[in-house]
């Protein structure tokens, strides 16, 4: 090789090894945020929260979990007492594409690949304007297991996820129950 092919190579490897690093580095999840502030950093270790239900869809199948603080309300009775869940209340919503269990003897859905997990978190000081809840979706790409935002501004959660929620007000704009307590 000449001195300025190695010049070259030299001067390039580091770049390579940027470039390669970042393509094989896994997505930090905790930095993302919606357009309305709710960041995944905020639920930093959902996964462990306790399970409130299951439910199914048509395409997909969802475990509720809640915040140590809402279990707490639910136990409590809250909302079925009438008293509304307590500020730092949240729930995360964990949904995967549904599909047959290939060796289950009998007909019975299971997940598949993971498709979404949302957010609903209560601060009276923060979301006033949604009666102190706030919603955040994250939709996930299993080709490339990564994140995203379902929506770009801030008026999609309130649009859509807020909106729904009213239909369930009586029930301070939560709609699973509680199955333990």
Known sequence: MTNKKIEVSVALAPS???LMSVALAAQDKYTLKFANGIAFSGFRHY??????????TDSGIKA?????TMIKAYREGAPDNGKPFPD????????????????????????GPLKSVSFIERD?????????????QF?????TK???????TATVAKTFCYHCHTLVKQRDYIFTHCVQR
């Open 16 to 18: 390579v090894f940027v």
């Open 64 to 68: 509720i979990l809640a915040s140590t």
């Open 124 to 136: 009276s000081k923060r979301f006033p304007g949604t009666r102190n809840w706030e919603y955040a």
């Open 88 to 111: 730092d209340s949240k729930i995360v919503k964990i949904e995967w594409n549904k599909g047959p269990n290939p060796v289950s003897p009998y007909s019975v859905n299971v997940p």
């Open 146 to 152: 990564t994140f995203k935002p379902s929506g770009t």
């Open 139 to 143: 939709l996930h790409d299993p080709a």
């Open 47 to 56: 996964e462990s929260c306790q399970t409130v239900a299951v439910s199914q």
